[in-house]
């Protein structure tokens, strides 16, 4: 089983555009959404949620008034100054539990929050394991490392040769948590100065938790002299440019339709997108429809 991460060093490059035509090409994959915080994948896929699960991962501290004599000692201590005549705001509160250690009547307890929920469903491609983070939610990373575990169960149990993940954009600790132990990662950037600076951080990323990584240009030939620029940097790093992608507003037309581009037209950028993953596929040493596609009726349920 292989692990492959699609990210980019800043939104709107494209990763997810270009991750739903991988899932068409490979037709065995299971799918993972790990940008939790403004996940669009499903958009592309139309998924049918199968398993709904909360997310729990943070505590924030609460105050019995029947026990509590007001004695001040929680306030002192609170460094959010969450606490005000007595009650916690649940905004301010970091979840510290100062206050429920230093409290002598035992009037503050800890209380668990959900701050998001995650799915299991099933696309035209394959099994999708996403998630949705709630608004001003923390603990992104540990959602994005529950989301990865569940992925790998499902492609161990259902002999699944391959899991691709639409990272999430930037170099904070989500897209680590999307990095950690994969085979390899994708970087999708775009000619732009900003692109270009991005590439580098998120290349920096990779580099130092030893991932090796490949990078596609997107829309290349609106700054032919920055498409230069990069293949000049990926050259000095050591990361091949495996793809370039011209850019066709049929591309915008096959989201409007919800579907791959690859699915939606036989075009140049098809035809790109396709070669960029034989490319791909020989550096991992990765047969393309490993262990046949199946039939629709062949897949395995969740």
């Not at 066709?248 to 989201?255: N, S």
Request: net charge neutral; with cysteine.
């Amino acid at each position: 089983m292989k692990e492959i991460t699609v990210i980019s060093g800043k939104g709107g490059t494209g990763k997810t555009t270009l991750l739903a035509s991988l899932a068409a090409l490979v037709k065995r994959a299971v799918l993972v959404d790990a940008d939790v915080d403004a996940a669009d994948l499903h958009l592309l896929l139309k998924p049918l949620v199968r398993r709904r699960e909360p997310f729990v991962a943070s505590q924030v501290a609460r105050i019995d008034p029947e026990k509590c004599d007001r004695c001040g000692k929680c306030v002192e201590v609170c460094r959010f100054e969450a606490i005000e005549d007595f009650r916690v705001d649940p905004i301010a509160c970091e979840g510290c539990g100062v206050c429920f250690h230093v409290c002598p009547q035992g009037a503050v307890f800890m209380e668990d929050v959900q701050s998001g929920e995650w799915f299991i469903s099933q696309t035209r491609y394959g099994p999708m394991v996403h998630a949705k983070l709630g608004v001003a939610q923390e603990n992104s990373g540990k959602l994005v490392t529950l989301v990865r575990k569940e992925a790998q169960r499902i492609a161990r149990e259902q002999n699944y040769p391959l899991i691709l993940i639409d990272g999430p954009p930037g170099i904070g600790c989500p897209v680590i948590a999307s990095l950690g132990g994969v085979n390899a990662v994708l970087v999708v950037t775009e000619p732009s100065v900003s692109g270009i600076h991005d590439l580098e951080r998120v290349l920096g990323v990779s580099r130092h938790f030893q991932v090796p990584a490949w990078v596609c240009v997107n829309k290349w030939d609106i700054n032919p002299e920055n498409t230069a620029k990069i293949r000049g940097y990926c050259q000095q790093q050591g990361c091949p440019v495996i793809g370039e992608i011209p850019f066709d507003p049929v591309v915008t037309k096959a989201m409007v339709m919800e579907s791959a581009v690859v699915e939606y037209s036989g075009g140049i950028v098809s035809q790109e997108i396709k070669k960029m993953w034989t490319k791909f596929e020989r550096l991992l040493g990765y047969p393309l429809d490993a262990g046949g596609a199946l039939r629709e009726e062949q897949r395995p349920s969740l």
